[in-house]
Structure formats: C-alpha cells, structure tokens
C-alpha cells in the first residue's frame, strides 16, 4: 500500500501515454544549467550588435568624404596657425621695424614687410584671428535667432505667423549691406560694433529656410501630442522643434563662417570694417591692394589664407550635408 502511494504522489512532468514515475522523476529533477541549456542550444547563440549612435554614422560617413576632410585638416591648420603664430613669430603685428620698409620674404620676415615696415606674418595671424573671431560669434548668433523665429512662426501658424513673415519679408527687400556699410562707417573700426551690426541683419534669411522647413513639424504627432498634454510652446521650440532641424542648422552655422568673413573681408577692404591699428584679412587685403605693383606680397599672402578659409568651410559644409542627410549616396553606407 505504501509502495503505491509512493508511485500515485510522484511527480507528472511527463504527460505522454509512455510516461513512468522513473522518466517523470528524471525530468522533474532537470536541473538549472539543462535549462539554460534547452532555452540556448549551442550554434543559436544571438549574435546581434547594438545599434550605431548616430554620431558615429554621422562621422564616418563625414570622414568618407575625402575633400571634406581636406577641409577639415585646413581648416584646422588655419586656426592652430591664428592660435600659437604669435608665439612663433620674431615680431608682434603692430611692432614697425623701420630698417625694413616693404621688403620681400626673408628668413628674418618670413612673409615680407608692409610699407610701413610691419612684419607680414604677425599681421596675417593676427588678422586670420580677428577674421575667424567675428565669423564664428556672428554664425552662432545668428542660427540662434534664425532657429528660434523661424520655428517659432511656423509653430504659432495663424496672424502670428503673418506678422513674424511680413517682418522677415521686408527686412529681406532693405539692402542690408549698405545698411551695415552707414552704421558701421563712423565707429573707427570698432570690430565689437561689427558683430552686433552683422548679428543683426545675419539671421533674416535663414529664419525664412528655417520656417519653410519646419512648416512640416508643427503636423508631426510628437507636436500634437505635446499640445494635447499642455506642454508650453517654448518647450516644445526647444524640445521637439529646433532638435528635430539640427542637421540642418549645423549647415547653416558652416556656411554662415563663410557669409559672415566675406562680408568682414567687404566691409574692412573699403575701410568700413576692421581699421588699422588693428587688422583684419580684409584690411590686409585693401592695404595690400594698393600696393599690389610695387610689394605684391602684401596682397598675396593675406588674399592666400582667406582663399584656405573660405573654400575649407565650404568642403566641410559639403561633408556635412552629405554625412546628415540619409537620402545622400555621397556619404556611403555605415
């Protein structure tokens, strides 16, 4: 009696019509590892890779770009050279030697000397830095603002929207160049004044691509969502719309180094801009210009660099637009 309790109690993991105590035993003692083991068969490991932050796609297909990444390299070149060329150089920008008047280069003046007797070199380094100074505060400052009002007109829509547009329309239509030209005319080449002035008709026409493109978003379910739960509109700019144009604002902020020296070059080159004392790519070139006959150097060298900058920033805003944009085949596949 007790042998057949002991066989009706014993554990039923096996239901099948073969089953027995001994084989139901055996298989209710499985233990841990023949577990593991059943669920993960050798050979069906997964062998399946985390998925690529998109930084990383980002920059290699930016770094197969080739003349990109000569750009890139110049580009770096250059501001190593505006950093660290003053601590390499015999002469500071302002220090005349007067025994040297409009000499050629020497291994004493690398790259000649101005009529006034100014080392060349010093004069290039520190004009490519006020040069790079002013484009890269004006391009930040204005994608900034270009970011926040075009996303903002296109979020608010309606007379909003309107006003933000006709605003932007009739700024477009005002020459903004001569503008700038009579405002900064009378500063005595004040560079800070430069800035604000360019900051301040920078942004115009970018708020106008801005807007087109994020026209789009303001219909995207994520912005619906976040109205419907009573998210603020500037959280939402901040949050879900300028985020969401980043690769295009990246392209904008390149090529805005670009707009902001050539128009510091304009500006300085008809001695509106950057003034001597102080120096700029483009006072270098008026002053180098003018002498172009006698001491072509002057002109050459500074006119050289600001070629490097300007064409380096457009390789890399090329790279870019090819590495942010997923239709783009230039880029590769990751």
């Given at each position: 009696?007790?042998?057949?309790?002991?066989?009706?109690?014993?554990?039923?993991?096996?239901?099948?019509?073969?089953?027995?105590?001994?084989?139901?035993?055996?298989?209710?003692?499985?233990?841990?590892?023949?577990?593991?083991?059943?669920?993960?068969?050798?050979?069906?490991?997964?062998t399946?890779?985390?998925?690529?932050?998109?930084?990383?796609?980002?920059?290699?297909?930016?770094?197969?770009?080739?003349?990109?990444?000569?750009g890139?390299?110049?580009?770096?070149?250059?501001?190593?050279?505006?950093?660290?060329?003053?601590?390499?150089?015999q002469?500071?920008?302002?220090?005349?030697?007067?025994?040297?008047?409009?000499?050629?280069?020497?291994?004493?003046?690398?790259?000649?000397?101005?009529?006034?007797?100014?080392?060349?070199?010093?004069?290039?380094?520190?004009?490519?830095?006020?040069?790079?100074?002013?484009?890269?505060?004006?391009?930040?400052?204005?994608?900034f603002?270009?970011?926040?009002?075009?996303?903002?007109?296109?979020?608010?829509?309606?007379?909003?929207?309107?006003?933000?547009?006709?605003?932007?329309?009739?700024?477009?239509?005002?020459?903004?160049?001569?503008?700038?030209?009579?405002?900064v005319?009378?500063?005595?080449?004040?560079?800070?004044?430069?800035?604000?002035?360019?900051?301040?008709?920078?942004?115009?026409?970018?708020?106008?691509?801005?807007?087109?493109?994020?026209?789009?978003?303001?219909?995207?379910?994520?912005?619906?969502?976040?109205?419907?739960?009573?998210?603020?509109?500037?959280?939402?700019?901040?949050?879900?719309?300028?985020?969401?144009?980043?690769?295009?604002?990246?392209?904008?902020?390149?090529?805005?180094?670009?707009?902001?020296?050539?128009?510091?070059?304009?500006?300085?080159?008809?001695?509106?801009?950057?003034?001597?004392?102080?120096?700029?790519?483009?006072?270098?070139?008026?002053?180098?210009?003018?002498?172009?006959?006698?001491?072509?150097?002057?002109?050459?060298?500074?006119?050289?660099?600001?070629?490097?900058?300007?064409?380096?920033?457009?390789?890399?805003?090329?790279?870019?637009?090819d590495?942010?944009?997923?239709?783009?085949?230039?880029?590769?596949?990751?």
């Amino acid at each position: 009696m007790g042998e057949e309790f002991q066989q009706h109690t014993s554990p039923t993991a096996d239901m099948t019509v073969q089953s027995n105590p001994t084989n139901q035993n055996q298989s209710a003692s499985a233990t841990k590892h023949q577990v593991i083991d059943d669920q993960h068969p050798q050979g069906d490991e997964p062998t399946g890779k985390a998925p690529m932050k998109k930084f990383t796609l980002y920059t290699r297909r930016f770094f197969r770009n080739k003349m990109a990444v000569f750009g890139l390299i110049i580009f770096l070149g250059l501001v190593l050279v505006a950093v660290f060329g003053k601590y390499v150089s015999q002469w500071s920008f302002d220090d005349p030697d007067f025994l040297a008047l409009s000499e050629p280069p020497s291994a004493e003046h690398w790259f000649g000397t101005s009529s006034s007797g100014n080392d060349l070199f010093a004069m290039v380094v520190h004009g490519l830095g006020r040069s790079l100074m002013i484009a890269v505060l004006v391009s930040l400052a204005t994608t900034f603002i270009a970011a926040f009002v075009g996303t903002a007109a296109a979020l608010l829509g309606g007379r909003p929207e309107s006003i933000i547009l006709g605003i932007i329309h009739f700024l477009l239509v005002i020459p903004s160049f001569l503008i700038i030209a009579l405002m900064v005319s009378g500063s005595g080449g004040d560079w800070k004044l430069l800035i604000v002035v360019l900051i301040a008709f920078g942004w115009i026409y970018q708020s106008r691509v801005i807007w087109s493109m994020s026209i789009s978003l303001r219909e995207r379910e994520f912005v619906r969502a976040a109205r419907y739960m009573g998210v603020g509109n500037t959280k939402i700019l901040i949050r879900h719309m300028i985020p969401n144009i980043g690769s295009l604002l990246v392209i904008n902020l390149t090529l805005g180094v670009v707009s902001a020296v050539m128009s510091e070059t304009g500006l300085s080159f008809l001695g509106l801009g950057v003034k001597i004392p102080d120096v700029s790519l483009g006072t270098l070139l008026s002053t180098g210009a003018a002498a172009l006959e006698s001491s072509p150097w002057e002109f050459y060298f500074p006119a050289a660099f600001l070629t490097m900058l300007t064409v380096s920033m457009a390789f890399i805003a090329d790279g870019l637009r090819d590495a942010l944009d997923p239709n783009s085949a230039a880029g590769g596949k990751a």
